[in-house]
């Protein structure tokens, strides 16, 4: 195994097909997509290798049956920058599981400077949804926007993954 190589593989979820990319640090992709799919957003050799995605996939499994509150596989961070990685660094060591935040909230939190309106757009940025779980950010006057899931399904993703959680009452999924 190299540098120049990602593995990549999915599972289902109730929410859809998900998959994930790792590399050599950690998981640098999660996405509502086939994995040959998310393997074409790199410009890395595409390779199968279970000791780097099952320990990821086997989490998501356990996170998504409601056995498992955190997700603690490692991280590389190398597809995000700046401010949006200080942004996503706070989300991820801030709000944990069956809690929430607002995108004003998050960005007093990230000590960034950038305005909640920008926390929005940074959110819908994540290349690791769920492990840093920008469901959990929320309008100041209801859910915001989410980006997960298959086209025209982000909301609904979102009131699920925050039903799971005991955010919102299932009965508004």
């Known amino acids: 195994m190299n540098d120049d190589e990602v593995a990549v593989a999915g599972i289902s ?11 050599t640090v950690g998981v640098a992709q999660v996405r509502w997509a086939e994995p040959e799919e998310l ?18 996939l086997s989490q ?4 998504f049956d409601g056995s498992r509150t955190e997700l603690t596989v490692p991280l590389d961070w190398s597809g995000t920058s700046g401010h949006q990685r200080a942004v996503l660094q706070a989300l991820h060591a801030s709000v944990r599981f069956g809690s929430s935040v607002t995108y004003g909230d998050l960005a007093a939190r990230s000590g960034t400077g950038v305005p909640a309106r920008g926390i929005g757009a940074i959110m819908g940025s994540n290349p690791l ?7 959990r950010v929320l309008a100041h006057d209801g859910l ?12 609904e993703v979102k009131r699920w993954l925050l039903a799971l959680e005991g955010v919102l009452p299932a009965t508004l999924i």
């Not at 393997?39 to 990821?56: G, H, I, L, W, Y």
């Open 144 to 155: 915001g926007g989410y980006s997960g899931g298959a086209a025209g399904t982000g909301l």
């Open 13 to 23: 979820s109730p929410v859809g097909r998900v998959s994930v990319a790792v590399t």
């Open 60 to 63: 998501l499994r356990e996170y």
């Open 129 to 135: 949804p769920i492990v840093v779980p920008c469901h």
């Open 39 to 56: 393997a074409s957003r790199f410009n890395r050799r595409m390779v199968a290798d279970k000791a780097r995605t099952e320990p990821v």
